[in-house]
């Protein structure tokens, strides 16, 4: 079936260190796929996005890769601020035309 | 523009009750889903819409009811509230579900 799957949190870190959180997606055909943040009390906003093979999404620092031959889409960022402390979705978008999320995780980023 | 907006924010309900979430938004996005968020869960979807007058089940779409019948509002409904749909709901909005989803504020329901 049609599913994202990533890591569990919570993810703990010191400011200024390296951040990777995991995101694997089954799909059928060319799915979109999006890094989405929640903050605290909010809503889910966009963080960044790729619709194809290869393409690098990023904003505020963080990257993710579309990986056809892996099928992921790991977010990284190369020094975390506290911040960035969030809990963070990676989701999958269609040729179902339903939008699929992944568990989310939590970071939790300390100075 | 205000976005996606939601009402109410906050909501207590007894078992068996029913209530509408109303959910509008003022960008003319065709697609529009409701979500609901758990504690270990995510988000799961509830019900979508690709356009007025066309629904659609998502993965959680027992006890809950939508309809379409403006381009702008997606009123989700609870027909009869359980403890089990005690939860965050969130609506988003957005020109197809490859597009940037725009999320409300969400709305708190409790459920006892």
């Known amino acids: 079936g049609n599913s994202v799957t990533q890591m569990e949190g919570p993810v703990t870190l010191s400011e200024e260190a390296f951040l990777t959180i995991n995101c694997t997606y089954t799909?059928?055909?060319?799915?979109?796929l999006f890094w989405y943040v929640q903050y605290p009390g909010e809503g889910l906003q966009l963080l960044l996005k790729a619709t194809k093979a290869d393409d690098k999404g990023s904003n505020k620092g963080f990257e993710a890769t579309y990986r056809k031959e892996t099928t992921s889409f790991h977010l990284e960022k190369g020094s975390v601020q506290v911040s960035d402390s969030a809990v963070y979705f990676c989701?999958?978008?269609?040729?179902?035309?339903?939008?699929?999320f992944g568990t989310g995780t939590r970071l939790q980023v300390f100075p | 523009n205000a976005g996606v907006t939601q009402t109410p924010k906050f909501q207590v309900l007894k078992t068996g009750q029913s209530m509408t979430l109303q959910c509008a938004q003022d960008m003319n996005h065709e697609y529009m889903s409701w979500y609901r968020q758990d504690p270990g869960m995510g988000l799961r979807l509830i019900h979508y819409s690709v356009g007025a007058g066309i629904t659609d089940q998502g993965e959680v779409p027992n006890g809950y009811n939508v309809s379409r019948s403006t381009t702008e509002d997606f009123p989700l409904r609870l027909l009869s509230a359980a403890p089990s749909q005690t939860s965050v709901y969130f609506c988003a909005s957005s020109y197809g579900s490859k597009e940037t989803q725009y999320f409300g504020p969400g709305t708190r329901l409790l459920v006892l």
């Open positions: 799909a059928t055909g060319y799915p979109s």
């Open positions: 989701a999958r978008g269609g040729n179902t035309d339903k939008l699929i």
